[in-house]
């Protein structure tokens, strides 16, 4: 089934130490966004990629990043995760940006900093 | 920035009938979007409102007043697999969603 995948689907990192995480969609969507999601919260956007194209959130800090070498694939990139950071971590795509485009989520990356 | 508002939790009997509400207050409005989510899993969509109105599917109807800025998202038939956070979320301009922090529906036998 054509489906968004996400990597690893639970993660630990050390506080300050790299970490990537991973989307891969085989919709074809032109759009993938990155959402933080912290419980019993509702999910953050902090950037998306239309095509090639990065719109970054104004309130998203530095130390997110994000690549997208393709169409199919699309990356978190965190510099230096805090303690802060811990959450679960969801891609996203939508065929579009219109008002009608649902968008249709992976299944979460949980990230966890000690 | 947007305002988005549904109670935080609810709790109904099996095949009984809950309905969620969901106020919201944006700057523009191009469609409002619901989405079940179970614990520790993504949002799954469920209904896509843009005209005022009831939109029926199965189990699960939504319905949206533009004027009102409300819309609900009516369970029927209760089962206890629909045990999760409902999202409502707000699409305010082409493409950013705004979502409501959920409403966790607890069903019981």
């Known amino acids: 089934d054509a489906m968004v995948i996400q990597n690893p689907r639970y993660q630990v990192t050390q506080f300050g130490k790299p970490v990537t995480l991973s989307c891969s969609q085989t919709l074809n969507h032109n759009v993938m966004y990155w959402y933080q999601q912290k419980s019993s919260q509702a999910p953050k956007l902090l950037f998306h990629y239309y095509d090639k194209d990065f719109n970054n959130e104004a309130d998203t800090p530095d130390n997110f990043q994000s690549r997208r070498p393709n169409t199919s694939f699309c990356f978190l990139d965190i510099r230096s995760p805090g303690l802060g950071d811990a959450a679960m971590y969801l891609c996203a795509t939508s065929r579009d940006r219109t008002g009608a485009d649902t968008q249709y989520f992976g299944p979460g990356t949980r990230l966890t900093v000690l | 920035g947007q305002n988005i508002d549904q109670p935080t939790e609810m709790t109904a009997t099996e095949g009984a009938i809950v309905q969620i509400n969901c106020t919201y207050q944006t700057s523009g409005f191009n469609g409002l979007f619901w989405y079940q989510q179970h614990a520790g899993e993504a949002p799954t969509f469920l209904s896509y409102?843009?005209?005022?109105g009831l939109e029926e599917k199965g189990r699960f109807s939504s319905f949206l007043s533009r004027s009102k800025g409300y819309s609900y998202l009516l369970l029927k038939e209760l089962q206890m697999k629909d045990s999760a956070s409902y999202l409502c979320a707000v699409r305010d301009g082409d493409y950013k969603l705004s979502f409501g922090a959920g409403t966790t529906v607890t069903v019981r036998a």
């Open positions: 409102n843009v005209l005022d």
